[in-house]
Nanobody
Framework: QVQLVESGGGLVQAGGSLRLSCAASRSTFSSYGMGWFRQAPGKERKFVAAISRSGGTYYTDSVKGRFTISRDNAKDTVYLQMNSLKPEDTAVYYC?????????????????WGRGTQVTVSS
């Protein structure tokens, strides 16, 4: 079992920045691929970014150049640095972990999920 706890969400004006953190409960954190997904009100959950066990990164097109995913295996934590935020980035952001090394953009690839953190971007 892997428990994931997100933090760092909040209210920010358009153009601002936030850094989300996701702390994992297991010391084998480095053996998991990690992803961030988001769900806006009334919409389905969608892929945002992922980082593989080896450090490869993947982004959905709408956040490329604005968001950066990174991981610190010594701290069992994955981060999502979000810059130039837009109102359409408003959503609950979820952290997820996978022991698989394929299709990081699919929610079904992930076996463990956090409870989410709210990000609200005002115009």
């Amino acid at each position: 079992q892997v428990q994931l706890v997100e933090s760092g969400g909040g209210l920010v004006q358009a153009g601002g920045s936030l850094r989300l953190s996701c702390a994992a409960s297991r010391s084998t954190f480095s053996s998991y691929g990690m992803g961030w997904f988001r769900q806006a009100p009334g919409k389905e959950r969608k892929f945002v970014a992922a980082i593989s066990r080896s450090g490869g990164t993947y982004y959905t097109d709408s956040v490329k150049g604005r968001f950066t995913i990174s991981r610190d295996n010594a701290k069992d934590t994955v981060y999502l640095q979000m810059n130039s935020l837009k109102p359409e980035d408003t959503a609950v952001y979820y952290c997820a972990a996978t022991s698989l090394d394929l299709r990081y953009d699919l929610g079904t690839s992930y076996g463990y999920w956090g409870r989410g953190t709210q990000v609200t971007v005002s115009s």
